[in-house]
């Protein structure tokens, strides 16, 4: 009896063993909606974050579903893996058809073992629509250029990655191509209309979001002036660098000169420099590598020899994550940044390099240490941006992983304490021989680890290497991981 006792337990145990994985995947899941409320008829914007390890999710079966107030399913979507991006955002919307059940709704994220819900309103009543445009100037003449900016709101709070649909009309004929833009973080949107070959007169701009069935319209008015004789060419800009996370284009041209602002020989914005000479001209976030052309305009529509430059990697990457180190091992693996170029030093002398894959693995060998050395590691990206250097010993871990503990797609590191979100342009500081030494603005959604925090000027957070960022009330946003992430990152 206790033979056959013991064989089944054997039996049990192995299949315990066998469907249980050896190592359980970190997977991070977020999901948001455009808007809190809105009215049967509206499209819903949704987008989120699906990260798997640090990785883009995709591959792993995620499903999105919508619940009405009763329960039951009104939307599903099963292959969201197209609509996944490089950095595991992804994108999507549904309808809310005429007649729907007022409520609260529920959009539900599911991959493998883990869920999140995003909850929203459908009202009938008490809901107010609204998009805004405006032009940046009252009247144009014919080859100018019309900067259109506006807003879409829901009871006087923006919607997130609607899309907005401009057209310019006359008699009820559309005559610019057909351009759609997409609001950010604030609702905002933003279109560039060249007014070339376009006869004087008074045109219609409609903007319209069909996700909401709300439209505005606004006059456009070009007027028949004769220009004097041009001059010369007006003299080219001065350009500060751009980077790939900054919102704005700044420098200097002629006082009250026009400035046109080219991506890839497209034009995405423009504006015009103060009386000082002086321009802070905003831009969509351009990707590094990205060819820029600024110009000066003048009166006569005459441009200035562009300034070309390229947008530039200013993030640093992060610094790399070790596995495995024993004292006898010559090969040092671990992860960073993709594409990052991975160096290892003894005391300042570089003893071996390599580059990290598409998934940001990386395999260097060194030459022969011994045990108990002293090495620094970092990584660095195509710009010479290089990450704060991670110091080991060798054979200091025995026969250990180094945790991996991840808080909404962050990586936790040891000392950290919480993370700041920037949510307005805030200065960037360093502590220098007890000074604090401006280094430059931080853009609305960057987003940075913090490991200490002290009171004074007005409370600063600080995010490590000397860098701090001041508490201001509206600016930033202090967040701390729960007890529960913090046990499981200092746990031995």
Same mark, same amino acid.
Request: net charge positive.
């Given at each position: 009896?206790?033979?056959?006792?013991?064989?089944?337990?054997?039996?049990?145990?192995?299949?315990?063993? @066998?469907?249980?994985?050896?190592?359980?995947?970190?997977?991070?899941?977020?999901?948001?909606?455009?808007?809190?409320?809105?009215?049967?008829?509206?499209?819903?914007?949704?987008?989120?974050?699906?990260?798997?390890?640090?990785?883009?999710?995709?591959?792993?079966?995620?499903? #999105?579903?919508? /619940?009405?107030?009763? &329960?039951?399913?009104?939307?599903?979507?099963?292959?969201?893996?197209? %609509?996944? =991006?490089?950095?595991?955002?992804? !994108?999507?919307?549904?309808?809310?058809?005429?007649?729907?059940?007022?409520?609260?709704?529920?959009?539900?994220?599911?991959?493998?073992?883990?869920?999140?819900?995003?909850?929203?309103?459908?009202?009938?009543?008490?809901?107010?629509?609204?998009?805004?445009?405006?032009?940046?100037? *009252?009247?144009?003449?014919?080859?100018?250029?019309? $900067?259109?900016? &506006?807003?879409?709101?829901?009871?006087?709070?923006?919607?997130?990655? @609607?899309?907005? =649909?401009?057209?310019?009309?006359?008699?009820?004929?559309?005559?610019?191509?057909?351009?759609?833009?997409?609001?950010? /973080?604030?609702?905002?949107? #933003?279109?560039?209309?060249?007014?070339?070959?376009? =006869?004087?007169?008074? +045109?219609?701009?409609?903007?319209?979001?069909?996700?909401?069935?709300?439209?505005?319209?606004?006059?456009?008015?070009?007027?028949?002036?004769?220009?004097?004789?041009?001059?010369?060419?007006?003299?080219?800009?001065?350009?500060?660098?751009?980077?790939?996370?900054?919102?704005?284009?700044?420098?200097?041209? *002629?006082?009250?000169?026009?400035?046109?602002?080219?991506?890839?020989?497209?034009?995405?914005?423009?504006?015009?420099?103060?009386?000082?000479?002086?321009?802070?001209?905003?831009?969509?976030?351009?990707? @590094? &590598?990205?060819? #820029?052309?600024?110009?000066?305009?003048?009166?006569?529509?005459?441009? %200035?020899?562009?300034?070309?430059?390229?947008?530039?990697?200013?993030?640093?990457?992060?610094?790399?994550?070790?596995?495995?180190?024993?004292?006898?091992?010559?090969?040092?693996?671990?992860?960073?940044?993709?594409?990052?170029?991975?160096?290892?030093?003894?005391?300042?002398?570089?003893?071996? /390099?390599?580059?990290?894959?598409? +998934?940001?693995?990386?395999?260097?060998?060194?030459?022969?240490?011994?045990?108990?050395?002293? #090495?620094?590691?970092?990584?660095?990206?195509?710009?010479?941006?290089?990450?704060?250097?991670?110091?080991?010993?060798?054979?200091?871990?025995?026969?250990?992983?180094?945790?991996?503990?991840?808080?909404?797609?962050?990586? !936790?590191?040891?000392?950290?304490?919480?993370?700041?979100?920037?949510?307005?342009?805030?200065? !960037?500081?360093?502590?220098?021989?007890?000074? $604090?030494?401006?280094?430059?603005? $931080?853009?609305?959604?960057?987003?940075?680890?913090?490991?200490?925090?002290?009171? /004074?000027?007005?409370?600063?957070?600080?995010?490590? %290497?000397?860098?701090?960022?001041?508490?201001?009330?509206? +600016?930033?946003?202090?967040?701390?991981?729960?007890?529960?992430?913090?046990?499981?990152?200092?746990?031995?």
């Amino acid at each position: 009896m206790k033979k056959h006792v013991s064989a089944m337990l054997t039996i049990i145990l192995f299949l315990i063993v @066998a469907v249980i994985p050896v190592s359980a995947e970190t997977i991070d899941l977020e999901v948001n909606s455009g808007s809190e409320q809105y009215e049967p008829g509206n499209w819903v914007t949704v987008f989120g974050k699906i990260v798997v390890d640090g990785r883009p999710g995709k591959d792993i079966n995620a499903s #999105l579903i919508v /619940k009405n107030p009763e &329960g039951l399913i009104i939307h599903r979507n099963e292959k969201l893996d197209p %609509s996944i =991006d490089s950095t595991g955002s992804f !994108l999507a919307f549904f309808n809310i058809l005429k007649g729907a059940q007022i409520g609260t709704y529920s959009i539900i994220l599911s991959a493998k073992h883990k869920t999140v819900t995003k909850e929203f309103e459908v009202v009938g009543t008490g809901i107010v629509k609204e998009i805004t445009v405006k032009t940046n100037q *009252e009247s144009y003449r014919g080859g100018e250029d019309v $900067l259109i900016t &506006g807003n879409v709101t829901i009871n006087g709070k923006p919607v997130v990655r @609607a899309f907005v =649909d401009i057209k310019i009309e006359k008699d009820g004929v559309q005559i610019n191509k057909d351009s759609t833009s997409i609001t950010s /973080k604030n609702g905002s949107y #933003l279109s560039v209309f060249p007014l070339k070959n376009v =006869d004087p007169g008074t +045109y219609i701009i409609k903007v319209t979001c069909k996700h909401l069935n709300i439209e505005k319209t606004k006059d456009l008015i070009i007027e028949n002036i004769v220009k004097p004789l041009p001059g010369p060419l007006p003299p080219p800009p001065f350009v500060n660098k751009v980077g790939d996370s900054d919102i704005y284009v700044t420098g200097t041209a *002629e006082k009250s000169s026009t400035i046109h602002i080219k991506s890839e020989n497209e034009l995405i914005s423009m504006g015009k420099a103060d009386n000082n000479g002086n321009f802070r001209i905003e831009i969509p976030v351009q990707k @590094a &590598g990205t060819n #820029l052309a600024i110009t000066v305009v003048d009166n006569y529509g005459q441009n %200035s020899e562009p300034v070309k430059i390229i947008v530039s990697v200013i993030t640093p990457p992060q610094e790399p994550i070790i596995n495995v180190v024993p004292g006898n091992q010559m090969t040092i693996t671990g992860e960073s940044e993709a594409y990052s170029n991975i160096s290892v030093y003894q005391e300042k002398v570089e003893l071996a /390099k390599t580059t990290a894959d598409e +998934y940001g693995k990386f395999s260097v060998n060194i030459s022969s240490v011994k045990p108990g050395t002293y #090495l620094a590691i970092h990584s660095s990206d195509s710009s010479g941006n290089i990450s704060n250097s991670v110091i080991f010993q060798l054979g200091e871990i025995k026969e250990k992983t180094i945790q991996k503990v991840y808080w909404d797609g962050d990586l !936790l590191k040891k000392g950290q304490i919480g993370r700041v979100t920037i949510l307005k342009p805030i200065n !960037l500081w360093k502590s220098e021989n007890k000074k $604090l030494v401006f280094v430059r603005v $931080l853009k609305p959604g960057e987003r940075f680890r913090v490991y200490s925090y002290e009171s /004074k000027n007005g409370g600063q957070y600080g995010l490590g %290497s000397g860098l701090v960022v001041t508490n201001m009330k509206g +600016y930033v946003a202090y967040q701390t991981p729960s007890k529960g992430k913090l046990k499981e990152l200092n746990e031995e």
